[in-house]
């Protein structure tokens, strides 16, 4: 059963900026060291780590949630598998908010273009399982 979706999609050259401004901070803020080694393995990593904020941006928007104390970036790991498919391990506050709401598995995907890193997320729990309850849409009346 789909719990939650979500997409994200991130400007390479901003990534580029924020690399140039902010260097090592900036990593360390937003990626776990598994990953900044990764992206550092490539000729050009810009690419590589706007996917993974875009991979994480997803997840955070598949859950309805965004930057909270629920879950934040470096509650979201981003590996690849050994066939190269993006994954996602939760972790920390993620691992909670992922048992909270019963999902069983985090599907990813990420594309890019010349100056774009896109990515897409899907929450899936189990076949007829009971949908996050806290969440609730706008009635009409509200919107």
Do not use: N
Request: overall charge positive.
């Amino acid at each position: 059963m789909v719990i939650g979706i979500g997409i994200d999609i991130v400007e390479i050259p901003r990534v580029e900026r924020l690399l140039e401004k902010w260097g090592e901070s900036f990593l360390r803020r937003v990626f776990l060291p598994g990953e900044i080694a990764y992206c550092r393995e490539k000729k050009f990593p810009a690419p590589h780590l706007a996917a993974r904020i875009a991979v994480k941006e997803a997840v955070l928007k598949s859950f309805g949630e965004g930057w909270t104390e629920k879950i934040g970036w470096k509650d979201i790991l981003v590996r690849r598998s050994l066939k190269g498919q993006p994954r996602v391990e939760l972790i920390g506050k993620g691992k909670d908010l992922q048992e909270e709401m019963g999902v069983e598995t985090v599907l990813v995907t990420i594309s890019h273009a010349d100056s774009y890193s896109v990515a897409a997320a899907v929450l899936c729990g189990p076949p007829g399982g009971q949908r996050d309850t806290h969440r609730r849409a706008v009635p009409d009346s509200e919107v």
